[in-house]
Every structure is written in C-alpha cells, then in structure tokens.
C-alpha cells in the first residue's frame, strides 16, 4: 500500500512538472507470510486495479520459506521464487530489463529477457 501511495505521489509531481514518464515498476521481494491479511488484501485490491487501468506493472519475488500461494493472490503476475541467493542474477536482470524500457517508445511493448535467477 505505501509503495503505491509514494508512486502516486512521484506520478502526480511529474504531470504537474509536464514530464514524461514510462509505466512504472515495483519489484517487491518478500520472506513469508503477511503478518496483516487486511492491509494486504486492501493492498492486493489496489495493485489489481492499478494493473487493469496500465498504470503500474508489479513484480513480486518470494525468497526461501515465502508462502507462494499466498504471494500469488497479492499479485497479477505469477510470482516469482528465487532460487537460493541469487539476488546479483536479479538485480543485473532487472537492470538489463529497465535498460531495455528506458530505451524503448513510450506505450511500446518491450520483451523481456527470460529470468535465469528464479522460477515461477
């Protein structure tokens, strides 16, 4: 919820500035279970609904011990597992994937790069 709150925030401070901007991400990685089933159904209702209106694209990673079919009912996409520590692999992943939008037209699809560091 708070990371939606700030993006909102960022969005609306770059309309007001008439600057451009891609479709953001939010890359979320978790160890478990949420410890507030309310806040994180209020939370999965919002990232749905900014998903459905192209507003934002939200990724979520579990790392050893996440409760995946939790995890699953957060988010749009599949989750994501990382596989043992491999978070180096993620993140020059992820660098390559913001590499290749930043690159890109604004509203172009962009594919991207199968991630070697996690399964789904």
Do not use: C
Not at 77 to 91: A, D, H, W
């Amino acid at each position: 919820d708070k990371a939606l709150d700030i993006l909102q925030a960022r969005k609306a401070s770059y309309k007001a500035n008439a600057i451009n901007y891609y479709r953001p991400w939010i890359f979320m990685i978790t160890d478990g279970s949420p410890s507030d089933n309310e806040v994180v159904n209020r939370a999965a209702q919002r990232i749905r609904d900014e998903e459905a209106r192209k507003k934002v694209a939200f990724f979520a990673v579990g790392v050893e011990g996440v409760n995946m079919t939790r995890l699953s009912q957060i988010v749009v996409r599949p989750p994501m597992k990382l596989t043992g520590l491999n978070f180096q692999e993620m993140f020059q992943w992820l660098s390559a994937s913001m590499s290749g939008v930043s690159h890109s037209q604004l509203d172009e699809q962009v594919p991207l790069q199968k991630p070697g560091w996690g399964s789904v």
